[in-house]
C-alpha cells in the first residue's frame, strides 16, 4: 500500500505500534489502492534510470561550480556545452595567470569528476538501449509521437500490471498529470497538475510533448488541427501539460491491449 493511504488512519503520536495498527485498518478498506510486485528485471531497469538521473544531477552541480569558481576570477564562457569545454580548456593551460595554482588544480579535479560523470551517463545511456531493444512492449512504446526509448523502458519497468488502472484517465492521475480539484457544492474548481505522482514519469512525459510542440511549430501543425487549436487559445507550457496527459492515456492503452501505435484519424487525413 502506499504509505500516503495509510496515513489518514494513524491515531495520535507514531510509534510501531500505531503505524502497525494503521495499516491494520488501512488493509481492511475495500477501497484501498495496493501497488503490484515488480518483476526482478523491471526493478532492475528502474535502477538504470535512478542511477543516471543521480548521474545528471551530480553533472549539473559539477559544471555549475566549475562556472561559479572561474567566474570569481573573471573567466566567464557562454552557456551551453561549448562553454564548459573552454572553461576546462583554460584550466588546463598552464600558462594563463589568470588562475593561480591551488584554483586550478581544484578545478582540474573537477573537470576529471566531470567526464566521469559523462563517460557514465553514456555507458547507462546504452544499457538503457539495449533493454529497451530486448523488450515487446517498449519498443511498442517507442512509436507513440514524443515517447523515446527512455520513456518507454520507465514506462515498462515502472508498471507492473497496466491493468491495475481501470481507464486512461486513471493513470495519468497516477502520474500526476490531472488538475487539482478544489469542488465543493456541485462546482468543480480545477487548478493546476497536483503534482503529486511519479515525478521521475512525468517528466519524462512532459519533456516529450514539448518535443512534439517545438517539432511541430518548426513543421508546421496543420496535421493537428487538436494541438493547433489548443496553441492558439492557451500557452505552450499548458498546452504541453495537456498533451502529455494524452500521451499517458495512449500509452495506458497500448499497454493494457497489447497494440501497436495507431495514427488518429485525424492525422491520417
Not at 63 to 89: C, M, T, W
Not at 174 to 185: A, E, M
Amino acid at each position: 500500500m502506499p504509505p500516503a493511504y495509510v496515513k489518514p488512519y494513524v491515531k495520535r503520536q507514531k510509534n510501531d505500534t500505531t503505524d502497525a495498527e494503521a495499516i491494520c485498518e488501512a488493509v481492511t478498506r475495500p477501497n484501498m489502492r495496493f501497488v503490484p510486485t515488480k518483476t526482478v528485471a523491471q526493478q532492475s531497469c528502474l535502477m538504470l534510470h535512478r542511477a543516471r538521473h543521480l548521474f545528471i544531477r551530480q553533472q549539473t552541480a559539477v559544471i555549475n561550480s566549475i562556472r561559479a569558481y572561474l567566474a570569481e576570477f573573471g573567466i566567464v564562457a557562454p552557456v551551453g556545452r561549448r562553454g564548459v569545454e573552454q572553461l576546462l580548456e583554460v584550466v588546463a593551460d598552464t600558462t594563463d595567470c589568470r588562475l593561480p595554482e591551488v584554483g586550478r588544480v581544484c578545478l582540474a579535479a573537477l573537470g576529471s569528476q566531470l567526464r566521469a560523470l559523462k563517460a557514465q551517463i553514456l555507458e547507462f545511456d546504452r544499457r538503457i538501449i539495449a533493454w529497451h531493444r530486448s523488450s515487446a512492449t517498449s519498443k511498442r512504446l517507442d512509436a507513440i509521437p514524443g515517447v523515446g526509448p527512455a520513456l518507454a523502458t520507465a514506462l515498462v519497468a515502472s508498471i507492473a500490471d497496466p491493468k491495475a488502472f481501470r481507464s486512461g484517465r486513471d493513470f495519468s492521475a497516477w502520474v500526476g498529470l490531472v488538475p487539482k480539484q478544489n469542488s465543493s457544492g456541485g462546482k468543480d474548481k480545477l487548478g493546476r497538475i497536483s503534482k503529486q505522482g511519479d515525478r521521475y514519469l512525468r517528466s519524462l512525459f512532459t519533456a516529450g510533448a514539448l518535443a512534439v510542440i517545438r517539432y511541430a511549430k518548426i513543421h508546421g501543425t496543420g496535421h493537428r488541427p487538436w494541438l493547433t487549436g489548443l496553441l492558439a487559445r492557451r500557452p505552450t507550457k499548458v498546452v504541453a501539460i495537456a498533451l502529455a496527459n494524452k500521451l499517458a492515456r495512449m500509452a495506458w492503452a497500448m499497454m493494457v491491449r497489447n497494440e501497436c501505435y495507431k495514427e488518429p484519424a485525424a492525422l491520417t487525413a
